[in-house]
């Protein structure tokens, strides 16, 4: 029987099984009977869409979503939905779903209809919540009774399996073939933005679900410009210029995040002088990016390289990369002390994290080279096969 196209877009049920069995395991290590996991749409880190959708299988589009998940596998997961309307039984595992209505009243009926009235309630994605949220669930059900156990899922997504390194293995194919577009497209006279909208065509045609991030494209020499990405695409590229591509496509959910310079023309000795130096950055990286190296050491190997090279740090760091393509580990942020998610951490094998050593000059225009590493015992294995150079157009 012909596998419906819902299916073909879900992970495996046996690696539903191994998520839920190590989700478990931490549960019983922090003696949690029951985890709530709290999603909202979005793929940056405040998001977290991926947090439901890695357990579950079912995105977070509308709203809220929440799950509640018993250590004891006998007993039904419930997912409560957001607030659409849309839903396919065959996009999740889980049969007990509601339809969107009260968080907190209906963990309280999942208690006592299950006779957990006096459980340990853990809650995954609280940064999600809204604060008053939060505290009714610490109110309602008891502030005892609750703790924050987000560390559970973070931990558990960090490390990936072998069809979550496959899937960001097709991300980044189909992200080469976006470059290749982007090549033969662009031009004197081009607007960035239909470069952008090229990128994004070819892509979506490869079998892209979506763009994770902006897909940027910045060209010229106007740092207030450059620095205003997110609002770029108004530029006609002009002969001899620089630009840069920093995008990313999503395969099944999983997400790649690709930067590379090109030039309209041929770049100078002095561009060609520079960009190889970020190379070296993002290989001593590469080498350094094993498993037991704390995060922060991986990118001291990048900062060091610059510093030693032009006498500033310029951009050295880089994150995980999954369901989100920003999450754990991240890799040069330990300097943000306020939330502990950003808190220096060891490397373990099977991560999978970015490295985008960037610099600007404006006599060489916008440099970086960004692409994604598997962490292995020894360094970490590049993701993509895409030529890491400055690209001529």
């Given at each position: 029987?012909?596998?419906?196209?819902?299916?073909?877009?879900?992970p495996?049920?046996?690696e539903?099984?191994?998520?839920?069995k190590n989700?478990?395991n931490?549960?019983?290590?922090?003696g949690?009977?029951?985890l709530?996991?709290?999603?909202?749409?979005g793929?940056?880190?405040?998001?977290?869409?991926g947090?439901?959708?890695?357990?579950?299988?079912?995105?977070p589009?509308?709203?809220?979503?929440?799950?509640?998940?018993p250590?004891?596998g006998?007993r039904?997961?419930?997912?409560?939905?957001?607030?659409a309307h849309?839903?396919?039984?065959e996009?999740?595992?889980?049969?007990?779903v509601?339809?969107?209505r009260d968080?907190?009243?209906?963990?309280?009926?999942?208690?006592?209809e299950?006779?957990?009235?006096?459980?340990?309630?853990?809650?995954?994605?609280?940064?999600?919540?809204?604060?008053?949220?939060y505290?009714?669930?610490?109110?309602?059900?008891?502030?005892?009774?609750?703790?924050?156990?987000?560390d559970?899922?973070?931990s558990?997504?960090?490390?990936?399996?072998?069809?979550e390194i496959?899937c960001?293995?097709?991300?980044?194919?189909i992200?080469?073939?976006?470059?290749?577009?982007?090549?033969?497209?662009?031009?004197?006279?081009?607007?960035e933005?239909?470069?952008?909208?090229?990128?994004?065509?070819?892509?979506?045609?490869?079998?892209?679900q979506?763009?994770?991030h902006?897909?940027?494209?910045?060209s010229?020499?106007?740092?207030?410009?450059?620095?205003?990405?997110?609002?770029?695409?108004?530029?006609?590229?002009?002969?001899?210029?620089?630009?840069?591509?920093?995008?990313?496509?999503?395969?099944?959910g999983?997400?790649c995040?690709?930067?590379r310079p090109?030039?309209?023309?041929?770049?100078?000795?002095?561009?060609?002088?520079?960009?190889k130096i970020l190379l070296?950055?993002?290989?001593?990286?590469?080498?350094?990016?094993?498993s037991?190296v704390?995060?922060?050491?991986?990118?001291?190997?990048?900062?060091?390289?610059?510093?030693?090279?032009?006498?500033?740090?310029?951009?050295?760091?880089?994150?995980?990369?999954?369901?989100?393509?920003h999450?754990?580990p991240?890799?040069g942020?330990?300097?943000?002390?306020?939330?502990?998610t950003?808190?220096d951490?060891?490397?373990?094998?099977?991560?999978?994290?970015?490295?985008?050593?960037?610099?600007?000059?404006p006599d060489?225009?916008?440099?970086q080279?960004?692409?994604q590493?598997v962490?292995?015992?020894?360094?970490?294995?590049?993701?993509?096969?895409i030529?890491?150079?400055?690209?001529?157009?």
């Amino acid at each position: 029987m012909k596998t419906s196209l819902v299916r073909q877009a879900m992970p495996p049920e046996e690696e539903f099984a191994r998520r839920l069995k190590n989700v478990r395991n931490k549960m019983e290590e922090k003696g949690i009977d029951v985890l709530v996991v709290y999603s909202g749409p979005g793929s940056i880190r405040f998001g977290q869409r991926g947090h439901v959708m890695y357990l579950t299988g079912y995105e977070p589009y509308f709203g809220d979503t929440m799950v509640i998940l018993p250590r004891d596998g006998s007993r039904d997961t419930l997912l409560e939905l957001d607030e659409a309307h849309y839903f396919t039984p065959e996009c999740t595992w889980v049969k007990n779903v509601k339809p969107s209505r009260d968080h907190v009243n209906t963990l309280n009926e999942y208690l006592r209809e299950n006779k957990l009235e006096k459980s340990k309630v853990g809650i995954a994605g609280e940064y999600t919540m809204s604060p008053s949220l939060y505290a009714r669930f610490q109110k309602e059900v008891g502030a005892g009774r609750i703790e924050v156990a987000s560390d559970i899922l973070e931990s558990e997504r960090a490390v990936k399996s072998g069809y979550e390194i496959e899937c960001m293995r097709e991300a980044g194919r189909i992200a080469k073939k976006g470059i290749e577009a982007a090549a033969k497209f662009a031009r004197p006279g081009v607007l960035e933005a239909e470069i952008i909208a090229e990128i994004e065509r070819v892509c979506r045609v490869a079998g892209s679900q979506f763009f994770p991030h902006y897909t940027m494209v910045t060209s010229g020499g106007d740092t207030n410009y450059l620095d205003w990405w997110w609002h770029c695409g108004r530029r006609r590229l002009e002969p001899g210029d620089t630009w840069l591509l920093d995008f990313g496509t999503m395969y099944n959910g999983y997400c790649c995040d690709i930067a590379r310079p090109f030039i309209i023309g041929r770049p100078s000795q002095k561009q060609k002088d520079t960009f190889k130096i970020l190379l070296q950055a993002q290989d001593a990286a590469r080498k350094a990016a094993r498993s037991g190296v704390l995060a922060s050491e991986v990118d001291r190997v990048v900062r060091d390289i610059v510093r030693d090279a032009w006498g500033s740090e310029g951009w050295g760091g880089g994150h995980g990369v999954g369901l989100e393509v920003h999450e754990w580990p991240f890799i040069g942020y330990q300097h943000i002390t306020h939330d502990k998610t950003y808190a220096d951490s060891r490397l373990k094998a099977n991560m999978v994290i970015s490295l985008e050593p960037a610099i600007y000059f404006p006599d060489v225009g916008e440099q970086q080279i960004e692409d994604q590493f598997v962490v292995t015992e020894t360094d970490a294995e590049r993701l993509n096969d895409i030529p890491q150079e400055i690209i001529e157009c």
